[in-house]
């Protein structure tokens, strides 16, 4: 039978500043959910959807039910084209 320490001795799990192999992946997925997360909590907040900003701040699913909630289930849903601006008004002088 191996010794713990002799099983484990050759394995780092904190090769990369403390987060193992999934180092490269952990901090783009991070602010990913983070801008993805603070967006949707700041819309259902201005929006006064209780519902949804709880279930927004409890859980993370890496920014799927913040885009499902900001594309889909917002009053004022988010559009990926920007020919959604309104023109501005002309006034038309009077003779």
Do not use: C, R, V
């Not at 997925?29 to 801008?35: D, H, K």
């Not at 890496?62 to 601006?85: D, H, R, V």
């Amino acid at each position: 039978m191996l010794h713990y320490t002799y099983m484990f001795q050759n394995y780092n799990m904190m090769d990369w500043n403390g987060f193992g192999n999934y180092g490269f992946w952990l901090a783009p997925i991070m602010l990913w959910s983070l801008f993805w997360k603070g967006l949707a909590l700041w819309k259902s907040a201005k929006e006064d959807n209780k519902y949804w900003f709880i279930a927004l701040l409890i859980i993370n699913s890496m920014g799927l039910i913040e885009l499902s909630y900001l594309f889909i289930f917002a009053k004022n849903k988010l559009t990926l084209s920007s020919s959604n601006q309104t023109p501005k008004k002309t006034t038309k002088l009077k003779k």
